[in-house]
């Protein structure tokens, strides 16, 4: 009994992660239509700068958020600006747009590692921060890894009300929804995409700060982070923002089940559901 | 008088690509050891990024999963380089590396090319812990030893794989098979609906153009000695084949080939004692490429001041 309790707690801890991963990446690709694979590295510079502020300045990891985030945001809403923005521009089809803008960040993807390979070296960096246990239903857990859950529902919460009740969030689910009739909706819809891009970095790099309190980080972290978000963006079906909070969910508890049997073959469970996903329903858990 | 100019003009080319072909196959004759290395390295290269190209050059569908055929490759030297002769190795390569790829076609061509993409990028990540699991599970060790060849005879190898490859894309580019995929590339509807069965197509290319990625990478592990999963996994192997296309230009026949012999010096000069700022220029110059030159350095070599001249003169 004890032991489904804890798998299933652990699941709920490591799916709130996944959830916050996959709808930074769901907004990327469902309303700004890049296939963003640098996702991860915005995890990485999220987890690397925590790391950095506490070790360095004695930061509380939680107010680096206020730090991580706007900044992922920035860099987030420059990079849609600048790139995906002109590559929209000369795109003669959104099937051209899809390609290139994939290139691109394929591209962006090995500019963000080298800088960060040369900022922090290829160490792997880990700091201890509330790692004393908690006693939950019988089970202990870290306070920390508790702290991330609470985290991640609090912020995947506040998103998902922004997205529903603010004007901006109305905006972002119009333009989801068909970007060309938003913008003679009279949606200012090169803003809102880049708006939406840059949430999507921001949610990364708070998701990042979190997976640093827990797991240590490295300048190479970011491509299985990324696969994983993939995974849970195709399974909570492309494009829905609840969809892919739980497939989050959903994905962190089998993976706590499969960990709990064989901890290496995770990622290939993983892939085994992907795999599964697309023979049976490629549409996902939500989509249309 | 002109007629001579025109048979000489088009004489050119050929006689041009012959004289390649007669320096590239004597090479071992007159250079020495490092250059033969040096060139089976841009070799090595210029098969990664035109298979590449096979597929994803007409479709558009872009495949981030070179390196999990190559890996393929490496890891079926290393397990059977000791019990068979190299030609066969490099065959039985050659075909796990076309299954996966079947397999992987099969699995995702069928829809949209999100799900290509999202499975084709994993791929290697997936290989790669399936296989340190495997090793260190239940043979124990994280790496394994190649039987070793000489640094002649894998030029050699090389140089056929890819003149194999060059021939195929040739051959493709003309054949029922290459027109039904460039008419997917440019609408998949109008070429499903003229009676092209688009999966079976995009699927069969794919798995062809993983032919000489394994077959390379099974060649290239016999230079090395040692591999471990990292090693052969490496998603290195992946974007240097997307940016050394889209960088030379994926349009042309000669725009790969270019890409990759630019990259592959540069690599040179850089990879040893630069390694993270070749990777950084590399990256940026995807980025910038894809932004200013989509149609890569080959077209703005069609644009140079003295080709101009030589149309000039030949219009004349």
């Known amino acids: ?288 | 008088m002109r007629t001579d100019g025109i048979t000489w003009l088009k004489l050119r080319t050929p006689a041009m690509l012959l004289l390649l072909l007669v320096a590239l196959a004597t090479l071992t004759l007159y250079a020495s050891t490092y250059t033969v290395m040096l060139a089976t390295n841009i070799l090595m290269y210029v098969i990664l990024t035109v298979s590449w190209v096979l597929f994803s050059g007409p479709t558009g569908y872009v495949s981030l999963a070179t390196a999990a055929f190559f890996g393929v490759g490496v890891y079926t030297s290393a397990i059977l380089g000791s019990v068979l002769p190299l030609p066969l190795v490099i065959l039985a390569a050659a075909l796990a590396s076309f299954s996966l790829a079947a397999l992987v076609g099969g699995l995702t061509l069928r829809l949209k090319g999100v799900y290509f993409a999202f499975f084709t990028f994993g791929l290697v990540e997936l290989i790669k812990h399936l296989l340190l699991w495997y090793e260190v599970s239940v043979t124990g060790l994280r790496g394994r030893f190649v039987v070793v060849n000489d640094s002649g005879a894998i030029y050699y190898v090389i140089l056929v794989i890819l003149l194999l490859l060059l021939l195929t894309s040739y051959l493709l580019r003309r054949s029922r098979l290459g027109l039904a995929l460039q008419s997917i590339g440019q609408s998949e509807d109008a070429a499903a609906h003229t009676g092209i069965n688009v999966s079976a197509v995009k699927t069969i290319v794919f798995a062809l153009s993983a032919v000489f990625v394994g077959a390379a990478g099974a060649a290239m592990a016999t230079r090395w000695g040692y591999v471990d999963p990292y090693i052969a996994f490496d998603y290195l192997y992946s974007f240097t084949a997307v940016a050394m296309a889209v960088f030379g230009g994926p349009g042309r026949f000669a725009g790969p080939i270019l890409g990759a012999v630019v990259f592959a010096f540069l690599r040179e000069l850089l990879i040893t004692r630069f390694p993270y700022i070749y990777m950084l220029v590399m990256g940026l110059v995807l980025v910038v490429t894809i932004l200013y030159l989509p149609q890569g350095l080959i077209e703005l070599a069609g644009k140079a001041p003295w080709r101009k001249l030589r149309g000039s003169r030949e219009s004349a």
């Open chain 1, 1 to 288: 009994m004890e032991t489904i309790v804890g798998v299933v707690i652990s699941g709920l801890l490591l799916g709130g992660l996944y959830a916050l991963i996959a709808m930074g990446l769901s907004l990327q690709y469902g309303v700004a239509r890049v296939l963003n694979v640098s996702h991860g590295e915005f995890i990485m510079l999220g987890g690397l700068t925590t790391w950095t502020l506490y070790t360095a300045f004695h930061i509380n990891p939680l107010l680096s958020l206020a730090v991580c985030g706007p900044v992922a945001f920035a860099l987030g809403y420059v990079l849609h600006r600048t790139v995906y923005r002109r590559i929209w521009a000369s795109s003669p089809s959104p099937g051209v747009f899809e390609s290139n803008s994939l290139l691109a960040s394929f591209g962006l993807l090995f500019v963000i590692q080298n800088i960060a390979l040369f900022t922090w070296g290829p160490e792997i960096r880990g700091y201890t921060y509330l790692a004393f246990p908690v006693d939950l239903l019988g089970v202990s857990f870290g306070a920390n890894r508790l702290l991330t859950l609470a985290s991640a529902l609090f912020v995947g919460v506040t998103f998902y009300i922004f997205l529903a009740r603010t004007r901006i969030g109305k905006a972002i689910r119009a333009a989801a929804q068909d970007s060309t009739a938003a913008a003679l909706m009279g949606v200012n819809i090169n803003s809102v995409l880049a708006v939406c891009f840059g949430f999507g970095a921001g949610l990364a790099a708070i998701a990042g700060m979190l997976i640093s309190m827990c797991y240590p980080v490295h300048a190479v972290m970011g491509i299985p982070y990324t696969v994983i978000a993939m995974i849970v963006v195709v399974l909570g079906g492309l494009g829905s923002i609840p969809g892919s909070f739980l497939g989050g969910v959903v994905l962190g508890l089998i993976g706590s089940l499969v960990s709990y049997v064989e901890p290496a073959l995770t990622l290939v469970a993983y892939y085994l559901i992907f795999a599964l996903l697309l023979l049976v329903r490629p549409t996902g858990i939500m989509g249309r």
